[in-house]
């Protein structure tokens, strides 16, 4: 009986596989169906056939498809086992993260650990374990979702019922189960690395959770002595030093070999991490060496006398190693978060001899006499701001280098005194507060308050060579540009045309501000309020506040960025107009496509701050809908006496998009003449032939009248009216006036000049001359020109050049006194003989 089913099945098979080819004989016919589509038809047919028998629930296709696809996974899982899992980095150093949490668990519980910079260090070494810690973390379950997915994938496989079933096919049972075999087989040992992986993993994960807590723990102790000690530190922590006790501190010797022990870890624990940051550093130093050697070598280049030019950057140019120390050694301190104090240390030391030197070179010798006193000082200084612990030496040796830096600040401030201007400027002030910091120091020290006092007297030194330090840096920096602007004057880039003055007196203000927050931030960095000022201004600035109660909050943070933002946008506005103006300096034969480029300014300008409008309210925060507030504000404020303002603006826009006058044109309005110097938002400048500025508000040049010579070329019509003598022959007038015109290479020859016959007047014959300037700066010249040459032509050729005449003849009645006078004179003159003189003798003789 099962022999007869299995014929029949077969006989079945048969006849549907030869239904299916006739199918696909009946399909090849058919264009709308392809060759592909046939096929997987007929496999589709086959596979619904073998479900039916019951005799497998998978098709030898499937069947394939299932073994192959589990290959290429077991392989790419594989792959993934052999080049992804890799922590022999973190297996191999987590060990020395467990050891350092049982060497500084007993340092913190400690009592004579009672320094600010020691409990400073050991934050810092903490800080930096948990951000190694994170990456780890991160690292690790990274990795541990990948072991999760391979496992899923594997438990995937193994509960796959498709590869659970024999298929009756003998051979096909056959390959399938030497197939099968090899998954298998590939499954139990993938299952197990993985597993193994997935356990190890574990572990490790274990292990870096527990250093993590642990670290943090530390940590939250640390914070806490930290401001306990802050508390501490203005109470009296130690006994007069009058009264000093034995037991008060540590032993100095005991004191001096913790500190070296636990510096010298410090600085070998920094020097192995922020390669980056340290190259920073040395592309500072480098940078600014090139940057001056380049200027300077393009100067002897293209300059006669380039001697002149260095006399002016007496720094850079003689001193231009020293320049980049002190630049370099200035700024990278602000390049790490908290970095060990021997790192600070190190980079001050080398930053105040740097200083010394330069001022041995370039200043007075009572302010280099008095740098080199404070040098010796401040290498003291240094080195006990090293130590971890209190000892009684130190507390004198604080005191006696507080009290030696009074005393040499004050005898040299008595001489500054005499001389202020022979020495750096602000000597005075910053002696005054030096001396002022010393003291404060000198009082906290005697009265127990040894660990404020000691901050003080650091700071004061600091904060006096850095103040230094600052100054040089601005007179470099501008020393520098002033070098890249001389070696670029005689190329024909835009740097060529800049005002070095100009640039100077804008460019040293901001160079001053930046100089001076970024010496208020080294001085809370050398107070040890760093952290909290910088906490305190962030909860200032980002607390919300309301207006007046209403539902409309802001907070100070947001406001001093919009206002920032309005301020970059304004700068860059200017800037782009002040380059424009540079690149078009002595050129007052602008064609017609750059004074539209320079017009082209206005649209740039606007753009530009309505772009930083845009980008202000965005990186502030502000609603948008809010700005509807600002809008109908706006609106009520143009109500109430803005609408000249505003007319102005847009008269401004209209000036921008229509052109009717651009930068470069010689214009009248209102009486006023001259060429257009800038097209501003609100108003634009005038300057007039005699020097003067004239400022007219745009809505002027919509509103009035405005004659524009050069709107479309630079040419202007020059006329003259020249009289001559009644008499004179009016052609050779004609053409002594045209020889004269074509005389002048000068004068335009199309339109051609003309002579014309103008009017008949009461004394002369008048002609009008008529001719054309190519350039309306030059038409007066011109002008002038053709008038001489035209006066010298009539006086060699003896054409007289009338001038108005009159003859007024008096008529008076004859019994007028004065008739009555001129008779009795003339009778007189008659009835006296004329007498010869020796002077005039006689018409007979």
């Not at 100009?502 to 960095?525: C, D, E, G």
């Not at 209102?670 to 938002?681: A, E, F, M, Y």
Request: net charge positive; proline share 3%; aromatic share 10%.
């Amino acid at each position: 009986m099962h022999k007869l089913f299995r014929v029949t099945a077969y006989s079945l098979l048969i006849l549907i596989l030869f239904s299916g080819a006739d199918t696909l004989a009946q399909t090849k016919k058919k264009k709308s169906r392809s060759v592909r589509d046939s096929l997987r038809a007929a496999i589709l047919s086959r596979d619904s056939m073998m479900r039916s028998l019951k005799r497998s629930d998978t098709s030898t296709n499937n069947l394939l498809q299932k073994v192959e696809y589990y290959t290429s996974a077991f392989n790419q899982i594989k792959t993934n086992l052999s080049k992804k899992i890799d922590t022999v980095d973190i297996s191999t150093q987590l060990p020395s993260y467990e050891r350092r949490v049982n060497l500084i668990k007993p340092l913190i519980d400690n009592d004579k650990s009672s320094t600010l910079r020691y409990l400073y260090a050991i934050r810092d070494i903490l800080t930096r374990s948990v951000d190694q810690l994170d990456l780890w973390q991160d690292q690790l379950a990274d990795i541990n979702s990948k072991l999760v997915q391979n496992q899923t994938d594997l438990n995937s496989i193994s509960r796959d019922s498709v590869l659970k079933i024999l298929p009756a096919d003998s051979s096909l049972a056959t390959t399938f189960l030497i197939q099968k075999i090899a998954i298998d087989s590939k499954y139990h040992k993938l299952d197990t690395v993985n597993k193994k992986l997935m356990v190890k993993i574990g572990l490790l994960q274990n292990r870096t959770s527990s250093v993590y807590i642990a670290i943090l723990d530390l940590k939250d102790q640390i914070d806490f002595k930290i401001r306990d000690f802050s508390i501490r530190a203005f109470s009296a922590e130690y006994s007069n030093i009058w009264a000093m006790k034995a037991d008060e501190g540590s032993d100095f010797k005991t004191a001096f070999t913790a500190t070296a022990t636990m510096n010298s870890k410090l600085f070998n624990f920094f020097i192995g991490r922020d390669i980056f940051i340290h190259l920073s550093g040395l592309v500072i130093l480098l940078g600014f060496l090139f940057w001056v050697y380049s200027s300077r070598k393009r100067i002897i280049k293209t300059n006669d006398s380039p001697e002149t030019i260095f006399d002016q950057a007496k720094y850079v140019i003689k001193y231009p190693l020293v320049s980049s120390c002190i630049l370099a050694f200035t700024l990278l301190p602000n390049f790490y978060d908290h970095p060990p104090v021997v790192v600070l240390e190190t980079f001050f030391i080398i930053l105040i001899v740097a200083l010394l030197y330069l001022a041995k070179k370039t200043c007075a010798k009572p302010l280099f006499n008095y740098l080199l006193w404070l040098f010796i000082l401040t290498n003291i200084y240094c080195l006990s701001n090293l130590f971890i612990q209190v000892t009684n030496a130190d507390r004198v040796v604080i005191l006696l280098l507080a009290i030696a830096s009074v005393y040499i600040s004050i005898r040299f401030l008595a001489t500054v005194r005499k001389a202020p201007a022979d020495y750096l400027p602000h000597t005075g002030l910053v002696l005054k507060t030096f001396i002022f910091l010393e003291a404060i120091s000198i009082i906290c020290n005697l009265f127990g308050r040894f660990s404020l006092a000691k901050i003080v007297g650091v700071t004061a030194v600091h904060s006096l060579w850095l103040a230094m330090a600052m100054y040089y840096i601005v007179q470099m920096l501008m020393e520098a540009l002033f070098l890249q602007l001389e070696a670029s004057k005689n190329s024909n880039n835009l740097t060529s045309y800049i005002d070095f003055q100009l640039l100077k007196n804008k460019f040293r203000s901001v160079l001053a501000v930046l100089a001076s927050l970024l010496w208020l931030v080294m001085f809370t960095q050398n107070m040890n309020i760093e952290d909290s000022v910088f906490t305190h201004i962030e909860d200032f600035l980002t607390a919300n506040r309301s207006i007046g109660g209403t539902n409309t909050q802001f907070t100070f943070q947001s406001v001093i960025i919009f206002v920032a933002v309005i301020w970059l946008s304004s700068i860059t506005s200017k800037i782009i107009s002040y380059l424009y103006d540079v690149s078009a300096k002595h050129k007052h034969d602008m064609d017609v496509l750059k004074k539209k480029n320079r017009t082209s300014t206005l649209l740039i300008r606007i753009g530009v701050i309505a772009i930083g409008f845009f980008l202000a309210v965005a990186a502030s925060g502000v609603p948008i809908d809010k700005i509807t507030i600002i809008i109908s504000a706006f609106g009520i404020g143009i109500g109430f006496g803005l609408q000249n303002i505003v007319n102005n603006l847009v008269s401004g826009l209209i000036l921008a998009f229509e052109k009717p006058i651009q930068v470069g044109d010689i214009i009248e309005v209102d009486s006023r003449s001259g060429t257009i110097l800038d097209i501003g938002i609100r108003a634009s400048k005038i300057a007039t032939s005699d020097g003067a500025e004239v400022i007219i508000p745009n809505g002027d040049l919509i509103s009035h009248h405005v004659i524009n010579w050069t709107l479309s070329n630079n040419n202007r019509r020059v006329e003259l009216v020249i009289g001559a003598a009644y008499g004179v022959n009016i052609e050779k007038v004609k053409g002594l006036l045209n020889d004269v015109l074509q005389a002048h290479t000068d004068i335009m020859q199309n339109p051609a000049p003309s002579v014309l016959l103008h009017n008949l007047s009461e004394s002369s014959v008048d002609f009008r001359v008529l001719f054309w300037a190519a350039d309306i700066n030059t038409w007066t010249t011109l002008k002038g020109s053709v008038l001489t040459d035209i006066y010298d032509a009539f006086n060699r050729e003896g054409i007289e050049i009338p001038y108005p005449q009159q003859d007024v003849h008096l008529l008076l009645p004859p019994d007028s006194p004065l008739v009555k006078a001129q008779d009795k004179e003339k009778e007189s003159k008659k009835a006296k003989p004329e007498e010869p003189t020796a002077d005039r003798p006689d018409q007979d003789q």
